[in-house]
T-cell receptor
Framework: EVQLVESGGGLVQPGGSLRLSCAAS????????MAWLRQAPGKGPEWVAN????????NYLDSVKGRFTVSRDNAKNSLYLQLNSLRVEDTAVYYC?????WGGGRYYFDYWGQGALVTVSS | DIQLTQSPSFLSASVGDRVTITCRAS??????LAWYQQKSGKAPNLLIY???TLQSGVPSRFSGSGSGTEFTLTISSLQPEDFATYYC?????????FGGGTKVEIK
């Protein structure tokens, strides 16, 4: 059974930093693109970043470029998101997801974790 | 950035009804579109990908169609467990973006 478990969320002041982790199990982690998505309270989901199998390609939402860094450790079956220079508008539930459903030239996000809440407030 | 516009944003329907939700893209996205269902407090659940491919384990009453700029999600006979919010997501180019959502409520 595929399991994705996020951790590391919490309350942080504007300008602060946080590191989210996602522990993966039940599938061959090193074989899949992985992604982080977020959902602000009362809003729809938003894609944040993704990373290729070996970590040699990473893509980011413009509003987080230069502040957030996605990484992975295939030996530990873990995905990470380093969040720096946090802003109030970064407040959201952050989900990790696998991009495992292949269709017509793209990998779609099929499994999601339960999410980790990040609250940026003074 | 590609904008996805869902309509309606809210719909009220009865069990057994046929329901159609539309997602329009601001430019052509081929068939690089997925549909998700989200229930309160839970992560989104993949229903349809590549515009029309049913995800494993998803009931066959869900179907998707379209290409280019116009897409539809159809629920052939609405069931009590289908009352939720539905989102489309494109994977054509970065940034990947979601539609604004369609909340389906019980009439």
């Amino acid at each position: 059974e595929v399991q994705l478990v996020e951790s590391g969320g919490g309350l942080v002041q504007p300008g602060g930093s946080l590191r989210l982790s996602c522990a993966a199990s039940g599938f061959t982690f090193r074989s899949y693109w992985m992604a982080w998505l977020r959902q602000a309270p009362g809003k729809g989901p938003e894609w944040v970043a993704n990373i290729k199998q070996e970590g040699d390609e990473r893509n980011y939402l413009d509003s987080v470029k230069g502040r957030f860094t996605v990484s992975r450790d295939n030996a530990k079956n873990s995905l990470y998101l380093q969040l720096n220079s946090l802003r109030v508008e970064d407040t959201a539930v952050y989900y990790c997801a696998t991009a495992g459903a292949w269709g017509g030239g793209r990998y779609y996000f099929d499994y999601w974790g339960q999410g980790a809440l990040v609250t940026v407030s003074s | 950035d590609i904008q996805l516009t869902q309509s309606p944003s809210f719909l009220s329907a009865s069990v057994g009804d046929r329901v159609t939700i539309t997602c329009r893209a601001s430019q052509g996205i081929s068939s690089y579109l997925a549909w998700y269902q989200q229930k309160s407090g839970k992560a989104p659940n993949l229903l349809i990908y590549a515009a029309s491919t049913l995800q494993s384990g998803v009931p066959s009453r869900f179907s998707g169609s379209g290409s280019g700029t116009e897409f539809t999600l159809t629920i052939s006979s609405l069931q009590p467990e289908d009352f939720a919010t539905y989102y489309c997501l494109h994977l054509n180019v970065y940034p990947l973006t979601f539609g604004g959502g369609t909340k389906v409520e019980i009439k």
